[in-house]
């Protein structure tokens, strides 16, 4: 792994630390070397984004508010092509290899929504409603955060069938 993907994986949830590394590894498998460029993000870096193609010079990439996004809780990652001339190519055969290999780890593919977001991974089982809820009631901040971590590990594991929960770790 990149040193980039390294550092933007850091500070997203166990979940995505425990689960981005393999598919990584089973997209290079399969011929495509990409990198983690996008993890977590503030809600004014979310807001700058969404202001783009908006108010500001520039495509529209995002839209999704400040608090409205998964990557303002670390429960998404955006990936890009390594080593290409252009690392979004659109079309590509490389999104829908990303998409098979993050289902098989149970993970939440934008490659398959009917407004896709090809280089966008996550983790299910809330929505970004219930986490600005969750972020809000706990605070603001690192506690927020931890709150919305906590909630998406019960409920992912849930999903998953798993009943044992220990503390942030899937046990995968």
């Known amino acids: 792994m990149d040193k980039r993907s390294e550092m933007v994986l850091a500070k997203l949830h166990p979940i995505l630390q425990d689960r981005l590394p393999k598919?990584?590894?089973?997209?290079?498998?399969?011929?495509h070397t990409i990198g983690i460029v996008q993890g977590l993000r503030t809600f004014p870096e979310q807001d700058a984004l969404y202001s783009q193609g908006r108010t500001r010079k520039g495509p529209t990439v995002t839209n999704a508010k400040g608090g409205q996004s998964y990557h303002n809780y670390g429960l998404a990652a955006d990936f890009c092509l390594l080593n290409a001339k252009n690392a979004f190519p659109?079309?590509?055969?490389?999104?829908?290899?990303?998409?098979?290999?993050?289902?098989?780890?149970?993970?939440?593919?934008?490659?398959?929504?009917?407004h896709q977001d090809k280089p966008h991974v996550e983790v299910p089982g809330l929505n970004w409603r219930e986490c600005?809820?969750?972020?809000?009631?706990?605070g603001e901040?690192?506690?927020?955060?931890?709150?919305?971590?906590?909630?998406?590990t019960l409920r992912f594991n849930k999903l998953i069938g798993k009943e044992q929960v220990d503390g942030l770790k899937t046990g995968n």
């Open 132 to 138: 600005l809820d969750i972020y809000r009631k706990f």
């Open 23 to 31: 598919l990584i590894a089973a997209v290079a498998s399969r011929g």
């Open 141 to 152: 901040g690192v506690h927020g955060l931890e709150s919305v971590a906590a909630e998406a």
């Open 90 to 114: 659109d079309p590509h055969p490389v999104w829908e290899v990303i998409a098979e290999e993050a289902e098989k780890l149970q993970l939440a593919a934008g490659f398959r929504w009917q």
